[in-house]
């Protein structure tokens, strides 16, 4: 069998670089491009007529859904969707695209993504997936405009609510308070939160959720990282002025320089 042609394509450099040395690892695979934004995974998808792709869905202008819907032609490649959307969405790419990876990305889920691509390309000798595909993402859409409108009504939760974070997860919402949260960290628009040995995926931005949770209780350290500060057991100093947070499930997470001062009023 020949080399599956394939095109990764993802806006965070991390995922990509994880992509490119997992899927390079594959002997049946071929990256001939890797892409950074919609546009040019769209001109990639054209000129080159890839038999595979792995696209990102939240990418910033252009996203996952508006390349599916740019490409011109019904022969489309495959599609294994980047995601961390909730589990209606997965639902519904199962039945139109070959698979779908979560983020944070993991090897062998990337793996058994590409098998499911080579069994699909053995079965099906016509590969006019746009239509259905199309299909389940306008359907995807809708329902994720209906949420929004949903949780736009958050400022009519009881003031007893708007302090927890409300996560999707397989189709049940999990109420996780906000003082049970240990640390959290961020990719792009998805932030992975840590409570009690759990990890969470979320749509939304760390400048969002600091807007809700309690200044006192926790302090970014980094760019891309916020921490409960009740859940610090010990501090490391490090040379050039950061430092090393150890926490009580066991983490240790490093503070930039950046983000020393506000560390500081906590620990003196």
């Not at 859940?231 to 320089?257: A, F, I, N, W, Y």
């Amino acid at each position: 069998m020949q080399k599956l042609r394939t095109v990764i394509v993802d806006d965070e450099p991390l995922s990509l670089d994880l992509l490119r040395a997992v899927l390079s690892e594959i002997s049946d695979i071929e990256i001939i491009s890797e892409c950074s934004n919609g546009k040019e995974a769209v001109e990639a998808a054209i000129s080159l007529q890839p038999e595979l792709l792995f696209l990102d869905i939240q990418m910033p202008g252009m996203n996952g859904f508006d390349v599916i819907r740019s490409l011109q032609t019904d022969i489309m490649p495959m599609v294994v969707f980047i995601t961390a959307y909730d589990q209606y969405a997965v639902d519904a790419f199962d039945l139109h695209a070959v698979d779908y990876v979560l983020k944070p990305l993991d090897s062998e889920r990337i793996a058994r993504s590409v098998d499911r691509a080579i069994d699909r390309l053995k079965n099906d000798v016509d590969r006019s997936f746009k239509s259905p595909l199309i299909g389940a993402i306008e359907e995807i859409s809708e329902r994720a405009s209906k949420e929004e409108v949903a949780d736009e009504s958050e400022s009519n939760l009881p003031d007893s609510m708007k302090r927890k974070l409300l996560v999707r997860d397989s189709g049940v919402v999990k109420v996780i308070p906000f003082d049970d949260i240990d640390w959290v960290d961020a990719a792009g628009d998805y932030m992975c939160v840590h409570a009690g040995g759990e990890t969470h995926v979320i749509r939304s931005t760390l400048r969002d959720l600091m807007t809700k949770l309690d200044d006192n209780l926790f302090v970014r350290i980094h760019r891309s990282t916020i921490v409960n500060v009740e859940r610090v057991v010990s501090v490391t100093p490090l040379q050039k002025g950061g430092s090393l947070l150890h926490l009580t499930q066991g983490e240790s997470l490093k503070v930039s320089r950046n983000y020393r001062d506000s560390i500081r009023k906590f620990f003196n």
